[in-house]
């Protein structure tokens, strides 16, 4: 599985966008980047996955440069509800993620 | 949908007492099955993942231990707990996919275990 660098903490008012980058400098070809988001005391909960170019859901869109090496959650217009903690994977999906490793993820606070 | 049931969703256990949390998966037959750890504040610790009955792949090497006895049962256990155990027991399910899109890993509502 690549490696994954994010921040630990990011800090951000209702209503502003956020922006999480991840890192993944050796992504192999196979590899599928997929971001969750963990609440305290729950399990982490998928949000979207992406190859290449852009995807965008109901809640989120996942940049992917050309060269796949980070990528970058976009939250648009956050709550406080959005303070969680995110996750970004890297990984073969056909193989089933197999060791499914967990960075230490970034922990979003959103304020007032 | 994956649902997965794990319970009980607290335990508090006295130091040297055996431990046995049990994990059951519904869904789609031969899923990749995970038992995590995360301690107050932290991570997730990957402890065991299976790809397959009887198949057990340990990542941290303690006093832990886990079992696959069935498809959609995945086992975690200790015959003497330690403190160092308390923490956020959480089970997941994977799909294998192949196509290789959109497949998620889905958690249980996790365990919170104190020892003391």
């Known amino acids: 599985l690549a490696k994954t660098t994010q921040p630990i903490s990011m800090d951000s008012y209702e209503g502003q966008e956020v922006n999480i980058t991840c890192s993944h400098n050796n992504i192999a070809t196979n590899d599928y980047i997929t971001w969750y988001q963990q609440f305290p005391s729950q399990g982490p909960r998928f949000i979207i996955q992406?190859?290449?170019t852009k995807v965008t859901n109901e809640v989120a869109s996942l940049f992917i440069p050309a060269d796949r090496k980070s990528s970058t959650l976009s939250l648009p217009r956050v709550s406080l509800s959005d303070t969680a903690v995110y996750y970004c994977?890297?990984?073969?999906?056909?193989?089933?993620?197999?060791?499914?490793?967990f960075g230490t993820g970034t922990r979003l606070l959103v304020s007032p | 949908s994956q649902t997965i049931h794990q319970w009980p969703a607290t335990l508090v256990q006295p130091v040297g007492s055996p431990l046995s949390l049990e994990c059951t998966v519904e869904g789609t037959s031969n899923p990749n099955l995970y038992w995590y750890r995360q301690a107050a504040g932290r991570g997730l610790q990957l402890l065991f993942y299976?790809?397959?009955?009887?198949?057990i792949s340990s990542e941290v090497p303690q006093n832990l231990s886990a079992s696959r006895p069935q498809d959609r049962q995945f086992i975690l256990s200790s015959k003497k707990l330690l403190l160092s155990d308390s923490g956020f027991y959480l089970c997941a399910q994977y799909l294998r996919s192949g196509t290789g899109a959109n497949t998620e890993a889905f958690f249980g509502q996790g365990t919170r275990l104190t020892v003391v």
């Open positions: 992406g190859y290449k």
């Open positions: 299976s790809v397959g009955i009887g198949q």
């Open positions: 994977l890297v990984g073969d999906t056909y193989t089933g993620f197999q060791k499914l490793v």
